[in-house]
Structures are given as structure tokens and as C-alpha cells.
């Protein structure tokens, strides 16, 4: 219930301090920034118009499921610690977005599934297997808004605007 | 007699994850201390780890024996020295908290390379 706690919606500077933030985590290697700046201001642009937040949204989502990906040692550790998505997340707001985008990967359902996988296998104590229940909760809502988990999700949602429904 | 548990990686894992969530690191302390480690321990990403060595994506214990071993000892180091810190690291804001975690991780990184064979 202390999880209950209400968020409040990540303003446009914020959002975009986090895009630079997320894009020099992806872009350095031991601290220190591997792509120029230039670089950044064109990955942003490929999302769209930067005046506009939804913009800073794709990127923020594309940037962090990227990190993720790249970063993944243990399957299990996505469930209960990534992907933990708690209204105090720092990507609660984004969370569903975050997810389509890592779903985009052709394995990111595989790496998922593997991780539910080894949490509820063996050593797993309950209290860590709670540590998974904001991301139980991402799949309740995913699940009443019919977005579901599997690789179409990010395809369905591409195209909701069609009203392609299957 | 205590109940003890012969100790494996996974859970020297679970006891470095949980240092640095003591120390107030949120998900993103987590992500970049384990790339500040992989980067320091072995000179390359997570994904091109796996890559290189056959080993199954995201699941550490089909990486070769030595890599799991460098892992092992590296995070039983910084969960003592995170530990050590416990209530020291603070700043005023949650980038700052992650910061001074993962530098812990990555200067202890850098000392553990320099035993490894590699």
C-alpha cells in the first residue's frame, strides 16, 4: 500500500535532462562519452519534432529499453529490479512505453520469460520474488488495456491509430 | 547449529544488489555498476561478454567458469566496501547517490582486474 503514493508527471526540461542523462549512459565507455554531442541532437531529431514532448518520450523509452538490453547480466534481475515499475520509479510514468520498446528486441520476450523463469525456480526467497510484484502490475494493466506481452504489443500499438485490432 | 547455505554467485550477487540498494542506489545504480565492473574486469560491454564467450544471454552461470569467478570476487568486494559505507554516501539527488555507488564499484573493479590472469 506505501506503494500507493502518488507520482507526479515528469515536466519537459525533466523528461529531456533524462533523454541526455539515458543517451550518455548508452554512449560512454568507463565514464567518458564515446559519441559528440552532435550525435545526441541527431538521435533525438530521429524521433521526431523536437518541439513537441511526445518526441522526448520515443526517446527516453528507446533510450532506457536500450540500456537495459545492454546491461542485462541476469535475466532475473529485470523482473525485480529494472522492470520493478513503482509509482516511485524514476520511469513510472513511461513505464508501458519502456517496455514496448524493449519488447522491439527480437529476443527482449526470451530475456523476460528467462527471467520469470529464475525467479520462481530455485533460492528465490518470497520476499524477493515480491520485489517483481511492480512489474505483476505493469502485466495487470497491460492486460486490461489489451496490450498484452508478447512481440505484437509494440506492432499493435504502432498501428493503434488504424484501429487494426486483431 | 545455524542454517548455512554453501555460497554461489547468485548469491553473492543478491548481497551486492542489496548493498546498493542500502545505500540508497535505485535501478539505474544497479545497471551502472554492473557496467562500470563488466567494463573494468573485462575491457567490454555485458552483451559483447556473452557474445564472445558462447555463453546463453542473461544467464551468468553459462559463462565460462573464470568470467563467473571475477564476478563473484568483485561483487563480494565492493558489497563489503558498500557496506563498510553504509550511511556515509549521500547527495542531493538520486543521480548523485548513483554516482558515488557506482565509482565504489568501478575503483574496486579497477583493483580486482589487477589479480585476474587476463
Redesign the interface.
Known amino acids: 500500500m506505501s506503494n500507493a503514493k502518488s507520482w507526479e508527471a515528469m515536466t519537459l526540461p525533466e523528461l529531456k535532462k533524462r533523454v541526455w542523462k539515458t543517451w550518455c549512459h548508452i554512449n560512454s565507455w568507463k565514464g567518458e562519452l564515446t559519441s559528440p554531442p552532435e550525435s545526441y541532437v541527431a538521435d533525438v531529431k530521429g524521433f521526431g519534432d523536437r518541439r513537441y514532448k511526445k518526441t522526448w518520450i520515443k526517446a527516453l523509452a528507446r533510450f532506457e529499453a536500450m540500456f537495459t538490453y545492454e546491461t542485462c547480466l541476469d535475466a532475473w534481475a529485470l523482473i525485480s529490479i529494472s522492470f520493478n515499475f513503482t509509482p516511485g520509479h524514476r520511469n513510472y510514468e513511461y513505464r508501458h512505453e519502456i517496455i514496448d520498446e524493449f519488447l522491439m528486441y527480437p529476443d527482449g520476450l526470451e530475456m523476460i520469460k528467462d527471467g520469470l523463469e529464475q525467479l520462481f525456480s530455485t533460492g528465490f526467497t518470497s520476499c524477493e520474488r515480491e520485489n517483481a510484484n511492480g512489474f505483476f502490475k505493469l502485466l495487470e494493466e497491460r492486460e486490461s488495456e489489451h496490450r498484452g506481452i508478447g512481440r505484437a504489443v509494440g506492432f499493435n500499438r504502432a498501428i493503434a491509430g488504424a484501429g487494426a485490432a486483431t | 547449529m545455524p542454517l548455512r547455505k554453501r555460497v ?1 554467485g ?2 553473492v ?2 548481497r551486492f ?1 542489496q548493498t546498493i540498494k542500502d545505500n540508497g542506489g ?3 545504480a ?3 555498476s ?3 565492473e ?3 574486469l573485462f575491457g567490454c ?3 559483447e561478454l556473452y557474445e564472445g564467450t558462447g555463453a546463453r ?4 552461470d553459462t559463462l565460462p567458469q573464470p568470467a563467473q569467478e571475477a ?1 563473484m570476487v568483485n561483487e563480494s568486494l565492493s558489497a563489503n566496501e558498500l557496506e563498510r559505507l553504509e550511511g556515509t554516501i549521500g547527495g542531493e539527488s ?2 548523485e547517490v548513483n554516482a558515488q555507488i557506482t565509482g565504489v564499484v ?1 575503483q574496486q573493479a579497477k583493483q580486482t582486474r589487477k589479480w585476474l590472469p587476463w
Do not use: G, K, M, P
Open positions: 554461489t547468485a548469491i550477487f543478491r544488489t535505485d535501478d539505474e544497479y545497471q551502472l554492473i557496467q562500470a563488466t567494463e573494468e560491454s555485458v552483451r544471454r542473461h544467464r551468468r564476478y538520486q543521480d568501478r
